[in-house]
């Protein structure tokens, strides 16, 4: 019995027994890389431990995966990274806001047949925030061992280490028995199942029955106490097994929907960086996941384009048959709002598959499509919440504000960030300075696909941004939930709820006096569009709350009147309303961080008469930032020692005095108004001046004392660029940006003469409004410049050698050249370097 039980086992662990061991090795070898090539997807699981969290995951990868429209260009971008290039093992990254389609476009690159046949096997793997590493190491060694695999043997390393001792002990008693394992060395570095498999072979050709009794029982013992499979081993075992089965071969790991940098840091050891071109594809709505993952910039999906948007609408809606040419006209304008997310138009198709294709049906939707894809949470907004979710609380408080701002509006950063400031938001860190670090708040919540950025200053920080109208939303019903945010207007006529912040849109003065509930509750007043009445708005608030910390009245858009009592909202930080006086009674809120009176209705006028500020503003210590109006005389006694940025500001004796006694020791942005000549030497006390804004046409410098060295930015608006300027600009060590802005219809002529080894450091020149005769660059000028922007400026004539002198030059852009310059941009293209991008707007005629 004993016998035939032997005969089967045999028969079952090897088809064929050769003589040699060479010879078994290398068929083991052979199967196993067979093997390798089996199984290409494995299923996808979250590993989540909340299970609401898991059927979330499911509905948005179904969801995002339901239609492919478009994608092409897309597609063609992603796949040149994963099928041309180095050989070694790269990471490219899909980046973008939830619902934007990253699965379903690395789905389709997926599933390319040319993907398909450049990797020996591909896998895909999904990770939820609530992750597991051990789970998600088991589903991509699925993908490398087929499921009847799965038990494969895998020595545990301590287990390894007792086997070989075992061995080597009854090696050294029996050596004339045991030739086989003369090379115990060798075998302990093979891979554990064709160890294993040797091991057999060995035990097999021993005549001695006792010695390979006792050889067999101490392999059983060993591999009983391993056990088999996946469950017996531990994370970093799992990594090896994983590794050792990867490191030979050419593969693709889809890493589906990463949220953070531990995930990576985790998986990323487990697969080898080989030199046969094997590639890992990631998605994620983080772009820092994206950047810490790999030095290949990450692919930023865009939203989808109306004719596409359309596309995709009409394949939900009508699965496939065209549309009633009745209905295209409507059914675009309801696509219109959901602002190219694929998401929302899917949800949105869906929704008006089941209802009745007719016009008069589709009208009802124009103007509400966000109501009616958030009636449900679960269709579009649950997705996107996501992404908060998974917010640092920290940040939290900020995206939520955003909701403060009406539909499609171009929210000024800096205006947002002086806002969250009042608010409390920002954390103080160390000795930096707070608008610095409310400044990579509101980039952390770009990098994390929250918020877009519609505009950039040409230092490359975040001009404008805007939020998507979705979002928004989400914004308003989570704060309202928290009393966080209430937000009404003309549109929504609902009596005002108890709230921490109220902003109201597009409403009227009648509207909120009528209102029902008392402003006493709220800490924030914003104010969007026209009011009428004559009383201001601010009336009420100094009747009724005098706990209000934050007042922005100026996108009402018109002048507002100030109270006498407005001195007792003594917990104001931040004010900001237009108007035409500076009332005394200001200067006793002594919590102010914010002044902000800037008038947009006021018309320029060189006969104005200069306002003064009131002498009394000094008692404001807190001031950060005030804005002004030109022409503002500072009195020469007032000192503000924690203001950072001034603007408005009129050149006179008094502020001379001013600036001289270092009563601004913190400023770091300075706008000036008519500056006289002489005058601006009085700006060398502001040591910590970054940013300098000067509007003057007789602009007249004497020399570099003219300005403090620590300038990294000036503007020149209406200047006349005469050389003994160029010459005073040109020493500024620190200087990386310049603008200059001339007068065009005043026949003002520049000559521009860039002396040798002159601005250094400047890496931004703007010119507009300029009639350029000559433009003439000394040896070693402008060495690090890398982009230059010219807008409605003429030329009479600059060569090309001039541009292609700087070096460092990477972008060209002109927009609206007149005449003169529109013939030199023909002779430009000719002969711009190659690593130079010559942009010009609107595109020149051929």
Request: proline share 4%; glycine share 6%.
């Amino acid at each position: 019995m004993r016998k035939l039980i032997h005969s089967c086992d045999r028969a079952i662990t090897f088809h064929e027994v050769g003589s040699k061991i060479e010879r078994i090795k290398n068929v083991i070898k052979e199967i196993y890389e067979n093997r390798s090539r089996y199984g290409v997807e494995i299923a996808e699981s979250s590993g989540g431990d909340a299970e609401a969290e898991e059927i979330l995951h499911r509905r948005r990868r179904h969801v995002e995966e339901d239609q492919v429209v478009g994608f092409t260009h897309d597609t063609e971008a992603v796949m040149k990274h994963l099928i041309e290039g180095s050989l070694r093992r790269n990471v490219v990254s899909i980046i973008g806001m939830g619902g934007l389609g990253k699965t379903t476009l690395a789905r389709k690159i997926y599933n390319n047949n040319d993907v398909k046949s450049y990797f020996d096997f591909r896998g895909w793997v999904y990770v939820s925030q609530e992750y597991r590493i051990r789970e998600l190491l088991l589903e991509i060694l699925k993908v490398v061992i087929p499921m009847p695999k799965v038990k494969k043997f895998i020595l545990k390393a301590e287990l390894k280490g007792e086997l070989f001792h075992g061995l080597k002990a009854k090696y050294s008693s029996n050596e004339d028995k045991l030739r086989a394992l003369a090379d115990l060395e060798g075998i302990k570095e093979m891979n554990d199942e064709d160890c294993k498999n040797i091991l057999n072979v060995i035990l097999e050709q021993i005549e001695d029955k006792n010695l390979k009794r006792s050889l067999s029982e101490l392999m059983k013992d060993v591999y009983q106490k391993n056990g088999e499979g996946w469950e017996d081993l531990n994370d970093d075992e799992l990594k090896s097994v994983l590794f050792e089965c990867l490191k030979d071969k050419r593969y693709l790991i889809v890493i589906d929907d990463i949220w953070n940098t531990e995930v990576w840091n985790e998986v990323s050891i487990a697969l080898p960086a080989n030199l046969n071109g094997s590639r890992i594809l990631i998605t994620s709505r983080i772009k820092e996941v994206a950047i810490h993952a790999s030095s290949i910039p990450p692919y930023e999906l865009p939203f989808l384009e109306e004719d596409k948007s359309w596309e995709l609408f009409s394949m939900k809606v009508f699965r496939g048959a065209a549309c009633p040419p009745e209905l295209e006209i409507v059914g675009r304008q309801i696509v219109e709002s959901c602002l190219g997310l694929p998401l929302a138009i899917v949800v949105l198709g869906g929704l008006l598959a089941n209802k009745e294709k007719t016009q008069r049906t589709w009208s009802k939707w124009i103007g509400h499509v966000n109501s009616y894809l958030t009636e449900d949470r679960s269709r579009c907004i649950d997705i996107l919440a996501l992404s908060y979710n998974h917010l640092p609380q920290r940040f939290k408080p900020c995206f939520l504000y955003f909701g403060i701002y009406p539909e499609d509006f171009e929210i000024p950063a800096r205006q947002l960030i002086r806002l969250w400031m009042a608010e409390g938001f920002i954390q103080q860190i160390g000795n930096r300075n707070m608008v610095d670090v409310a400044e990579d708040y509101l980039e952390e919540l770009i990098d994390r696909s929250l918020i877009q950025v519609a505009t950039k200053r040409l230092d490359g920080g975040v001009k404008t941004c805007r939020i998507h109208d979705l979002l928004r939303d989400f914004c308003i019903s989570e704060s309202a939930e928290e009393k966080f945010l209430a937000v009404h207007s003309d549109f929504n006529l609902s009596p005002m709820r108890k709230s921490r912040r109220i902003s109201i849109h597009y409403a009227n003065h009648q509207y909120i006096s009528s209102s029902p509930c008392e402003l006493s509750n709220s800490r924030s007043l914003i104010a969007f569009g026209g009011f009428v009445g004559l009383k201001s708005p601010l009336a009420k608030l100094s009747e009724s709350n005098k706990l209000v910390r934050v007042v922005e009245l100026r996108n009402m858009s018109i002048p507002c009147l100030i109270p006498n009592n407005i001195e007792d909202l003594i917990f104001l930080r931040y004010l900001s309303f237009q108007s035409d006086v500076i009332p005394d009674s200001i200067c006793n809120l002594w919590n102010l961080e914010t002044l902000d009176i800037r008038n947009s209705k006021r018309k320029e006028s060189s006969t104005k008469k200069c306002l003064r500020l009131p002498k009394r503003i000094q008692k404001l210590k807190k001031l950060r930032h005030l804005f002004l109006d030109e022409p503002i005389s500072l009195a020469g006694e007032v000192a503000l020692p924690n203001l950072q940025v001034v603007t408005g500001i009129a050149i006179d004796r008094d502020t001379e005095i001013g600036f001289a006694m270092a009563s601004f020791p913190n400023l770091r942005k300075l706008v000036l108004y008519r500056s006289q000549s002489g005058l601006l030497s009085s700006l060398q006390p502001l040591r910590h001046l970054q940013t300098l804004k000067i509007y003057n046409k007789n602009l007249a410098l004497s020399s570099p004392s003219s300005f403090p060295l620590t300038l990294t930015k000036i503007t020149l608006a209406g200047a006349n660029l005469s050389a003994a300027v160029m010459r005073v600009l040109g020493s500024l060590t620190s200087l990386r940006i310049l603008k200059v802005g001339g007068v065009a219809q005043q026949g003002i002529y520049n000559f521009l003469n860039w002396d040798e080894g002159s601005f250094l450091q400047l890496e931004v020149l703007k010119m507009a409004h300029m009639k350029v005769v000559e433009w003439n660059m000394g040896k070693g000028a402008m060495p690090n410049l890398q982009r230059l922007v010219i807008e409605r400026c003429d030329f009479c004539y600059m060569s090309p050698d001039e541009l292609r002198s700087l070096t460092a030059l990477k972008d060209v852009e002109v927009l609206y050249p007149y005449e003169g310059l529109k013939c030199l941009l023909h002779l430009w293209q000719l002969h711009m370097r190659d690593e130079c991008k010559l942009q010009v707007y609107p595109p020149l005629q051929t």
